[in-house]
């Protein structure tokens, strides 16, 4: 009896312990969960490849290649380099290899055949227009004869409203082109299509530089006069001057009044050229923050006009005239930098 109670004890104790004891199946890992791999770093904000800017060789393109080098620098961080560009050659090249990266004034008329392949080719691409607020080309009167005449506010409204031209006694300028200039041809023949070419003394200066003085001459005299002008330019944003309305752009009277032999003009406002930020296709899918940016950076007119006179004044460089827009405009520059935020 002793025997068989201490052999059931034992029994217990084996039983118990058996309980205890992990088994072989409790012996084994429990696998640990692996981790989500890591999502791969966004891409730089700037691509991989260089930018470069081309700086064209007058004084608005200058500027809006410094402009532009330093927004992309200080607001996107990008390394960007300026180097010396030419319209036909410019555009060639990015067509080719997609530098420089930007172009930052594109004359797409101008160089219409090279830009055409790279466009069918997807290697560039148009940003915003370069400009804004405003027409390439146009008939202006000074502010102060504005001011006395609010009337004279169109090409159109200019026979009716003659008498306003009458002070200066005698027949009123109209200073146009230098005669071997496109424009000279263009003018004469809108004048014969306002009825105003025998009302008009008509003054074609010999060159560029005439036909400034003329304008500035007239202006301190405070002559009641018309003129022929473009911009961007310095000239505009010198003195008090308003474009007149030119009415719509008729493309068939239009070629008409650039023939010396239209026989019968008509108005029409002057041509638009198209002029644009050109961009190297792979900033759009590498760099897709830039590529908005140059789809949103439109200068004013007015403003290039200013820069362009100040830096006329003071001499100073392209560096210069940037430095000011940027210190002086980020109402401006502020949307083309858009979600990224102003820096």
């Known amino acids: 009896m002793r025997y068989t109670v201490a052999s059931l004890v034992l029994a217990l104790l084996v039983s118990v312990l058996s309980f205890a004891t992990p088994g072989p199946a409790q012996d084994a890992q429990v696998p640990l969960p692996v981790p989500a791999p890591e999502p791969p770093p966004p891409p730089p904000r700037c691509g991989t490849r260089p930018i470069t800017i081309a700086r064209m060789q007058w004084p608005s393109a200058e500027i809006l290649a410094e402009i532009h080098a330093r927004l992309l620098q200080s607001q996107f961080d990008c390394s960007v380099r300026v180097v010396p560009g030419d319209l036909a050659a410019t555009a060639s090249s990015m067509s080719s290899n997609g530098r420089p990266t930007i172009a930052p004034e594109l004359w797409l008329t101008r160089v219409s055949d090279i830009w055409n392949a790279a466009v069918d080719a997807q290697s560039v691409r148009a940003g915003a227009s370069t400009f804004s607020g405003g027409d ?34 005698g027949k009123p300028r109209f200073i146009s082109c230098p ?53 961007p330019n310095a000239l505009l944003a010198q003195f008090d001057f308003r474009a007149l309305d030119m009415g719509a752009y008729k493309p068939d009277d239009f070629k008409c009044l650039g023939k010396r032999d239209c026989a019968d003009p008509q108005p029409s406002a002057f041509a638009n050229e198209p002029v644009v930020i050109a961009f190297a296709d792979w900033l759009a899918s590498e760099a897709p923050e830039v590529a908005g940016y140059l789809q949103r950076a439109s200068v004013p007119f007015s403003r290039m006009n200013e820069l362009w006179s100040a830096q006329s004044d003071s001499a100073s460089d392209p560096v210069a005239a940037a430095n ?20």
């Not at 827009?325 to 102003?342: C, L, R």
């Open 136 to 169: 390439f080309e146009g008939w202006y009167i000074p502010g102060y004869l504005a001011d006395a005449h609010p009337e004279l506010a169109s090409a159109a409204a200019l026979k009716p409203n003659w008498a306003a031209f009458s002070a200066g006694g």
């Open 179 to 231: 005669p071997d200039w496109s424009c000279a041809v263009l003018n004469r023949n809108l004048l014969k299509a306002y009825g105003l070419l025998d009302q008009v003394d008509l003054v074609e200066p010999a060159n560029r530089l005439a036909l400034d003085r003329a304008i500035a001459q007239a202006v301190s005299r405070r002559e009641p006069f018309m003129f022929y002008y473009w911009q």
């Open 324 to 343: 000011r827009f940027i210190s002086e405009h980020p109402e401006i520059w502020g949307s083309w930098v858009g979600g990224a935020g102003i820096k």
